[in-house]
């Protein structure tokens, strides 16, 4: 992926080794666009903190999001969806976008 995840850990699959953030909930096995790039769709994460809630004209219509970021080094990884205001966007309430560029590959997943 090209960028060095922050932390010495990223949210990812490594279950908060180093005090990083971590997945804790499924992945959606979609592809999402974050601000800089590829990322997916987690039910939940941990060792992460939420910056205010906003309203952003995203690429699939208004939401409410917040910002989300790494608890340690306050590095911004994503952010949480609050509400969407199209009904065909709902199931992204409460579930969090974390970029590609701030994960780590392990266990030799896809």
Known sequence: MGVPPPCGGA??????AGG?????GAVSPQS??????RAY????????G??????RLLLTGL???ADIFCES???TLGWKYEQAFESSQKYKEGKFIIETSH??????WD
């Open 11 to 16: 949210p990812g699959w490594r279950g908060g």
């Open 20 to 24: 990083g953030p971590a997945v804790t």
């Open 32 to 37: 999402f666009q974050g601000s800089h790039g």
């Open 41 to 48: 769709l987690f039910n939940s994460v941990v060792n992460v």
């Open 50 to 55: 939420c910056g205010p809630a906003e309203q």
């Open 63 to 65: 939401h409410s999001v």
């Open 73 to 75: 080094c306050k590095t």
């Open 103 to 108: 994960m780590v590959k392990e266990n030799g």
